[in-house]
C-alpha cells in the first residue's frame, strides 16, 4: 500500500547533453553502442565501474558449469551521498551530525528479455546492494564491485530457476509481455555535487529558536525541527553502453509538533520548506511564525469537536487536492499495477476512455525544476534506470492516454518513458515526479465556497466540508482488497448553509473508490498550489511533488479515525523558564 509521507530530496543540477559514448571498447562488441564522436575520460569512479562490469559481462557463466547462464544484462547504480542534519525539541539541540557513504545497487538479468529472473513476484532478485569506499581507490572499489557482482549473480541464478519451474506449472498469464524493454544507451556526464555548506553553529541556533517557541502552548507533548542539507552524485553504467553522472542538491526543514485530546486522540501539525540549498530556505522571521500557527492550530484541534460521518459537498483546498490526486488518481497509472496476478488494474482496460470530467488534464513532468516560484521535489533529469526523464501526458481532457513507464513492458506500452524510480537497494518500478492537474472550468477560489453552499442545499445537508490541509493517505491496488482509498486530513472545517460561523472538526478521514470520486468533480478554483514530499511504495520512498486547483466535488465521505487509548498527561508540562529543582530527601 503505498503511502504519502514528508521528506525532500535533491533537485538534479542540469548535466550536459550529447556528450559521446565513452569506453564503448571496454565493453565485448554486441554490447557497445556506436559512438557519435571521439571518447572522452570518465571520471575515475565511472572507469572502475565500466572496467570491472565488462570483465563481468565476458566472464560469468562460463565458467564451465553447464547449470550457469551468463546475464544478459548488468549495470551499476552508484549513490554518492554527502548530508548534514541537526534536529531541535523544545529549545535545545537532540542531534548534530554528518555523514558520507557510498552504496552501489548491482543489477543482473539472467535469461532474456521475454523471461528473466525478475519475472513476476521476482523483481527484487535483480538486486543487489552493497557499500563501496569513499575514495577512488581502483582496487579497493573494484574488489567490492567483484564480491557484490558475484553475490547478485547468484542471487539472480536461484530465482531464474524458480521462474522457469513456476511458467511450467501455472496457468496462462493475463498480460504476457516481457520482463525488460529495450531502450537506447543514455550518456552524460556531470559536475559532481558540491559538499553542502552549512553554517553549523549560525543553523543550530535557529532551529533551537523554532523548537523554543512550543514551549509556548502547555499541551503540546512531543515537537521537532528537523534540517537536513543533502548533495548526491550518482554514477551509472550498464552493460548497453550507458554512461551517466548526474548531481542533485536539496535542502529541508521540517516543523512537527503534536499535541493529545481529551479523548486519547493523538493530533498533529506539520509543515515542510525545501530548496535547493539551504540558502533558499524561509527567513527565521518567517519559519517563527510558522511555528507560532502550527502550536495554535494544535490548540484549537485540541478543543475542536469529532467529526461524524458525512457523505456530501466538499471543497479540496489547492493542497490537499494534489495529495488526493497523487493517492486517488496517481499510483492506480503506474505502469507495473497494469499486470500481475494480485494488482486490481483499475484502468488497464480505460485507454482512450473517459476516467475524469472532460475538463481536467493530468501530466507528469519531472523535467520541471519549478511550478512558478516553488521548488519542486519530484524533479530529475535521468531515472533510477538511466533513462532519460520526459513529460508524459497521462489524461487529456478527462481522456486515459499512457500509463507512467519503467523499462516493465505491459501490454500495449513496450517502452519506458523515464519513469522508472526506486530507492537506493530497491528495484525501480513506474513512478509519479512532478504530477500536475490541470482545469479549463475555473472560478475564483471565493467563488467555489458559494458553490459549496449552495449545493449542500441542493442536498438538504446543514453543511459541506473545507479540507484546508492535508498529511498523507495509502492506496489499496491489489485485487485482493477493495480497490479503496484513505487520505488522513489534518484541517477540516464544517461550512455552514444558515450563515454560521465555520467551525473546525477533528478526526475525519477521507474514504472512497477512485472511480467514483473523481468524476464527482464539478468545478476547480483558479490558483494551483505545491505539495513537496516522499512516496513511499514496493521500489521504496522516493521524492515527488504534485500540483492541483483547489476542487469542489459534489458528493465525498468521510469517516471517523480511530481514537487512541492512552489519556493526555497527568502530570502537567513544566513552566518554560522555572529552573527551580525539588528539595533533596534527607538520607537516614
Known sequence: MPNFSLRARSLPISVSAGLALLCAAALPSA?????????????????????????????????????????YFLSYSVADANQVELDAQFGALVNSSSNRERVVDVQIRVGDPK??????????????????????????TARALWAATNSGYGRAMDSFLQVKTEAQVRAKEEDNS?????????????????TPVVDRAAWEARIRSLSRVFR??????????????????????SSEGSRLVTAHQSARLVIVAVTRAEDGMDLFRDQTFEAETID????????????????????????????????????????????????????RLEGQRQRGDEEGQTFTKEINKPVLPDFLSVSDDPTLAKFGKTWLSGTYDFDDEGQKARRVDLIQDGILKTFLMSRLPIASFANSNGHGRGETGRMPNGRQGNLIVSSKHTVADSELRRLLIEEAKKQNKPYGLYFEDISSGFAVTTRNSPQAF???????????????????????ALVGTPLAAMKRI????????????????????????????????T?????????????????????DGDTSAPAAGKVN
Open 31 to 71: 554490447l557497445a553502442q556506436k559512438p557519435a564522436a571521439p571518447a572522452q575520460k570518465l571520471p575515475p569512479l565511472v572507469e572502475t565501474m565500466t572496467g570491472e562490469l565488462s570483465r563481468a559481462m565476458t566472464s560469468l557463466g562460463k565458467q564451465g558449469d553447464d547449470k550457469q547462464l551468463p546475464p
Open 115 to 140: 523471461l528473466d529472473n525478475t519475472h513476476n513476484t521476482h523483481r527484487a532478485s535483480a538486486i543487489y546492494s552493497a557499500a563501496l569506499p569513499l575514495t577512488d581507490d581502483h582496487t579497493a
Open 178 to 194: 516481457g520482463d525488460f524493454s529495450t531502450e537506447p544507451a543514455q550518456v552524460s556526464i556531470a559536475k559532481p555535487a558540491p
Open 216 to 237: 509556548e502552548f502547555p499541551d503540546v507533548l512531543q515537537n521537532s525541527v528537523q534540517l537536513s542539507a543533502t548533495s548526491e552524485t550518482d554514477y551509472f553504467v
Open 280 to 331: 533558499g530556505l524561509p527567513s527565521q522571521k518567517e519559519l517563527e511564525a510558522t511555528a507560532r500557527e502550527l502550536g495554535k492550530s494544535l490548540a484549537a484541534l485540541r478543543a475542536a469537536p469529532l467529526t461524524e460521518p458525512f457523505n456530501g459537498p466538499a471543497i479540496l483546498s489547492g493542497r490537499a487536492a494534489a495529495v488526493f490526486f497523487h493517492e486517488v488518481l496517481g499510483h
Open 486 to 508: 484513505q487520505v488522513i486530513p489534518l484541517v477540516v472545517y464544517r461550512i455552514y448553509t444558515d450563515g454560521r460561523p465555520d467551525e473546525l472538526v477533528r478526526g475525519v
Open 522 to 553: 464539478a468545478v476547480t478554483g483558479d490558483t494551483p498550489e505545491v505539495f513537496n514530499g516522499i512516496c513511499g511504495a514496493e521500489s521504496g520512498s522516493v521524492p515527488v511533488s504534485a500540483v492541483a486547483p483547489a476542487m469542489l466535488l
Open 555 to 575: 458528493e465525498m465521505e468521510t469517516q471517523r479515525q480511530p481514537s487512541g487509548t492512552e489519556r493526555p498527561p497527568i502530570l502537567p508540562a513544566p513552566k
